[in-house]
């Protein structure tokens, strides 16, 4: 059974380009969660996607776009990168309907720094 | 507005001790509390996960108790270990469907 991955690692940006971020659920799951953390800070949820629809979001504005695609893997899009965007962004599988035993399995992360 | 809150915010104990982090939530109707680990610049790993019908739950030197009523959970660390060392943080999901809301965490110190 494969984890969460995420890539970049790491990924340095300047004011105003547009970024991607990727992330691969772990096998069987199909619904995948997206966390911004700031420095110091817990994770905020941004948004979630179950069977490639959005399925809730967080208070981010619409710059902020995700996709799910058939295989459960996602990927979330900024553009207009802004300062304040600096954190790490996280990515969260679970199985939904499972009960209420719908565990969240997180991904390593990864650290956008805008310049 | 469920909010999270996380006491204390940090805390530095010698190796050995037995330790209490503090967790609570606004809104009492909630599916389950999880527990949450992190490493510095890492990501999360899951401890514990307490359903809304369960008082507590257990892994090793870990427990977890829970008081919806209260709006409280508690996370138990029997004889701390240095490895013990890092983040831990408490979730509750805004609605049925798992998006979390997290306390700020607290940044543990176990000194040897």
């Known amino acids: 059974e494969t984890g969460v991955t995420q890539s970049p690692t790491h990924l340095i940006k300047t004011r105003g380009q547009q970024v991607t971020l990727r992330c691969s659920s772990q096998?069987?799951?199909?619904?995948v969660s997206w966390y911004q953390q700031a420095l110091g800070q817990g994770p905020q949820f941004i948004f979630q996607?179950?069977?490639?629809?959005?399925?809730g979001r967080g208070n981010f504005p619409p710059r902020f776009s995700g996709l799910q695609f058939p295989n459960y893997s996602s990927e979330l899009n900024v553009n207009a990168l802004e300062l304040d965007d600096s954190a790490l962004y996280l990515c969260?599988?679970?199985?939904?309907?499972?009960?209420?035993?719908?565990?969240?399995?997180f991904g390593p992360g990864t650290r956008l720094t805008v310049l | 507005k469920q909010e999270v809150t996380q006491i204390p915010a940090a805390l530095s104990v010698p190796e050995g001790e037995n330790l209490v982090l503090n967790c609570s939530f606004t809104?009492?109707?909630?599916?389950?509390l999880q527990w949450f680990r992190q490493d510095p610049g890492k990501g999360l790993t899951s401890l514990l996960l307490?359903?809304?019908?369960?008082r507590e739950q257990t892994s090793g030197r870990l427990n977890a108790s829970l008081d919806k009523s209260s709006g409280r959970s508690t996370l138990y660390i029997a004889a701390s270990q240095p490895g013990d060392s890092a983040t831990y943080l408490c979730?509750?999901?805004?609605?049925?469907?798992?998006?979390?809301?997290f306390g700020a965490g607290t940044i543990l110190r176990v000194k040897s």
């Open positions: 996607y179950y069977r490639e629809e959005e399925n």
């Open positions: 809104d009492s109707a909630i599916y389950n």
């Open positions: 096998s069987g799951h199909n619904t």
């Open positions: 969260a599988s679970s199985l939904a309907g499972s009960g209420g035993l719908d565990t969240q399995y």
């Open positions: 307490i359903q809304s019908s369960q």
């Open positions: 979730a509750v999901p805004m609605e049925y469907g798992n998006k979390l809301v």
